[in-house]
């Protein structure tokens, strides 16, 4: 997510872009769009210019807006939150990727408040309630620069997304655990019957954000399937892991 959000930033918004991730996945990422004719030599070199490697949050010190994209852990973007507002000058926008855990309390780690704010990006910005208007002004506006379409959502877990994706992929992950289908066959049936880019065990794979919603919610309905759980107790995390619901080779 981070690599993607960066690379939006530096090509379709062209911003200087600070990251502290490795950006040579990003240059393969270039050299892929060069193959394919939607981007030149010289747009992967201008690119790759307006991008730099931060190695702390203090080498970032000038950032005038900040995406935090880390895992769904709560203590961890508490813990960023509390840094970057430290840091950070007091006008930085913080916006968090998250597409589960409440703006409201991660940004009660800011000594500002009211300038964070959600940007997720996957369906794709949510914008939270709490939040100053200039703040809100500002990411809408670099949003729409970015090439995005732009939806809001009250502060609620979960948003509009998840509250109503993890469902639908818990539901699939007990008719795999209950025999029903094969994965393959489950995936197929939705991706062809429903018009989807991918089946919800291929989409489980890339995201685990259910626990948070039961453990935000305490819903029933959002409790994780068993087989899932015992995917995630083996180490199962999916693509990030290298196996999930289905296998993924190292790439070379």
Not at 54 to 72: C, L, R, T, Y
Not at 198 to 208: C, H, W
């Amino acid at each position: 997510m981070g690599i993607g959000i960066g690379l939006v930033a530096a090509r379709v918004a062209k911003l200087n872009v600070h990251s502290r991730r490795d950006w040579r996945f990003l240059d393969k990422l270039l050299v892929k769009d060069i193959g394919k004719g939607k981007c030149t030599e010289d747009e992967r070199s201008e690119v790759k210019a307006r991008i730099s490697s931060a190695g702390s949050i203090q080498e970032m010190s000038h950032a005038d807006f900040v995406v935090e994209a880390v895992s769904e852990n709560p203590q961890l973007k508490h813990t960023i939150f509390s840094q970057l507002s430290e840091r950070l000058p007091e006008d930085t926008i913080l916006a968090t990727n998250t597409s589960s855990i409440s703006i409201t309390k991660i940004a009660s780690a800011a000594k500002r408040p009211d300038n964070v704010i959600g940007m997720h990006f996957m369906n794709p910005v949510p914008v939270m309630k709490l939040t100053s208007q200039a703040t809100l002004d500002t990411t809408l506006a670099l949003a729409h620069k970015m090439g995005k379409t732009t939806t809001m959502s009250q502060d609620v877990p979960g948003f509009i997304a998840n509250r109503l994706l993890m469902p639908y992929i818990n539901e699939a992950m007990i008719a795999l655990q209950e025999g029903i289908a094969s994965k393959e066959d489950i995936d197929t049936t939705m991706k062809l019957g429903t018009n989807n880019p991918m089946g919800p065990l291929t989409l489980a794979d890339f995201i685990r954000a259910g626990h948070v919603l039961h453990n935000e919610l305490g819903d029933s309905k959002y409790r994780p399937a068993v087989l899932l759980q015992k995917y995630v107790d083996a180490g199962w995390l999916g693509v990030k892991s290298g196996k999930g619901i289905y296998d993924y080779p190292a790439k070379k």
